[in-house]
């Protein structure tokens, strides 16, 4: 899988995702940087549905419910950092259990809070090129 792509549809991105979703294995934390309408939650419709724990349409932006959890044996936690400004607002997401039993934890906005995850980590970086085109890469 290259480290770099260039899509120019959602749908593009979202295949992608099911790609790299085939590399994941939990434990894992998938960290995701890109401005506002980057493609973050449009690229992890696709990552959660190639892990199998949900329909795309079924995973939608938690930047007000701020954590979804989608699956049942293999739990994928999925969460937006962007209203997160301290500890005191971290802890309130409720993610300590998250850590207990291998999973895979998806964030948005993750440079927002850096934290120690104890987790290996893959990062992703997404970048607006004009219109409909986006830069995806893997650090
Ligand atoms: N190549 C593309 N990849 C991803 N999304 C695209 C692409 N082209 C257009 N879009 C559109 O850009 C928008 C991306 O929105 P999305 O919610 O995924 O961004 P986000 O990075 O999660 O934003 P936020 O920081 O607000 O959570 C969607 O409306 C999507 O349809
Ligand atoms: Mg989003």
Redesign the pocket.
């Known amino acids: 899988m290259a480290k770099e792509v260039i ?8 295949n992608w995702g099911r790609e790299l979703a085939k590399r994941l294995a939990a434990p894992v934390l998938v960290l ?1 940087t ?12 696709g990552i959660v549905a190639g892990l199998g724990a949900a329909n795309e349409d079924e995973v939608t ?1 938690p ?1 007000f419910t701020l954590v979804h959890v989608y699956g049942n044996a293999a739990r994928v936690y999925h969460a ?1 950092l ?1 209203r997160i400004e301290n500890f005191h607002d971290f802890e309130t997401l409720g993610l300590e259990d998250v850590f207990d039993k291998p999973g895979v934890v998806i964030l ?2 993750s440079e927002r809070f850096p934290l120690e995850f104890p987790w290996p980590q893959v990062r992703i970086r ?1 970048e607006h090129l004009g ?4 830069r ?1 890469s893997v650090e």
């Open positions: 899509t120019h549809s959602p749908e593009e991105t979202t995701l890109g401005d506002l309408g980057s493609g973050k939650t449009t690229l992890i419709k932006s930047t937006d962007y948005e906005w997404l219109g409909d085109a986006r995806i």
